[in-house]
C-alpha cells in the first residue's frame, strides 16, 4: 500500500506567522508531489507541485521536497486568514498516473 | 468558460435507487478520475480513464461504474450495491503532457 501520511490537525497559528504543513510518503520511488488547498463544502484546487528534491517558491508559498528523507512540506509565509482551510498532499507513485492522497492537515490561521 | 463541471452539485438518493453523476470538461485533456471523500478522510480512486473506451478500477470500484464514451464526459452511476454512498464525489482530469490533476467542483451524495 502506497501510503501518504499527514497530521490531521488542526495547526494554529496568528496571523503573519508562518506555517509549516509536513508530509511523508512511503514509496520511494515517487516522482512527483502536489499541494491542494480545499475550503470546507469546496473541491482541491492546486497550490503548488514539486519534481525535484530543494526548495520552490511561488508567492508566499514554498514547497520543499527530501526523497532521502521520503518527505516534503510546504510553508505559508505571512499567514492570513484567508490560508485558513484543510491542505493535501498528494504523491505521484513511479508506475502509474494516478496520485495518492494524505487526509489532509487542518489549518486555521487566527486574527 | 472553460473548465470541468459536475452537475448535479446536490443529489439525494432513495436506498435501493441507482444514480449517475455527470462530469464534463472542455479542457481537451485525456485521463479523468472520479474520487470519493468522506469527512475527515483523504480523496479515495474510484475509476480512471486515461483514453476513450478505456478505464481503470481505483482502490473502491465496487458498487460504482462508469463510461467514457466521448473525450469530454466521464459519468460515473453509484449502483444499489454501493453499501455507503453517502460522499462528496470529485472529478478529475489530467492533460497528456502534465502529471498535474485539477477538479471539478464536486458533487455531494446523500442517502435518504
Known amino acids: 500500500q502506497k501510503e501518504v501520511e499527514q497530521n490531521s490537525g488542526p495547526l494554529s497559528v496568528p496571523e503573519g506567522a508562518i506555517a509549516s504543513l509536513n508530509c511523508t510518503y512511503s514509496?520511494?520511488?515517487?516522482?512527483?508531489f502536489f499541494w491542494y488547498r480545499q475550503y470546507s463544502g469546496k473541491s482541491p484546487e492546486l497550490i503548488m507541485f514539486?519534481?525535484?528534491?530543494g526548495d520552490k517558491e511561488d508567492g508566499r508559498f514554498t514547497a520543499q521536497l527530501n526523497k532521502a528523507s521520503q518527505y516534503v512540506s510546504l510553508l505559508i509565509r505571512d499567514s492570513q486568514p484567508s490560508d485558513s482551510a484543510t491542505y493535501l498532499c498528494?504523491?505521484?507513485?513511479?508506475?502509474?498516473?494516478?496520485?495518492?492522497f494524505g487526509k489532509g492537515t487542518s489549518l486555521l490561521v487566527t486574527p | 468558460d472553460g473548465g470541468i463541471t459536475q452537475s448535479p452539485k446536490y443529489l439525494f438518493r432513495k436506498e435501493g435507487q441507482n444514480v449517475t453523476l455527470s462530469c464534463e470538461q472542455n479542457?481537451?485533456?485525456?485521463?479523468m478520475y472520479w474520487y470519493r471523500q468522506d469527512p475527515g478522510q483523504g480523496l479515495r480512486l474510484i475509476y480512471y480513464?486515461?483514453?476513450?473506451?478505456?478505464?481503470q478500477k481505483g482502490d473502491i470500484a465496487e458498487g460504482y461504474s462508469v463510461s467514457r464514451e466521448k473525450k469530454e464526459s466521464f459519468p460515473l452511476t453509484v449502483t444499489s450495491a454501493q453499501k455507503n454512498p453517502t460522499a462528496f464525489y470529485l472529478c478529475?482530469?489530467?492533460?497528456?503532457?502534465?502529471?498535474?490533476?485539477?477538479f471539478g467542483p464536486g458533487t455531494r451524495l446523500t442517502v435518504l
Open positions: 478529475a482530469t489530467q492533460g497528456t503532457l502534465t502529471d498535474t490533476q485539477y
Open positions: 480513464s486515461q483514453i476513450v473506451n478505456d478505464f
Open positions: 479542457l481537451n485533456h485525456d485521463a
Open positions: 514539486i519534481y525535484s528534491n
Open positions: 498528494a504523491v505521484q507513485p513511479n508506475s502509474g498516473y494516478e496520485l495518492n
Open positions: 514509496d520511494r520511488g515517487s516522482q512527483s
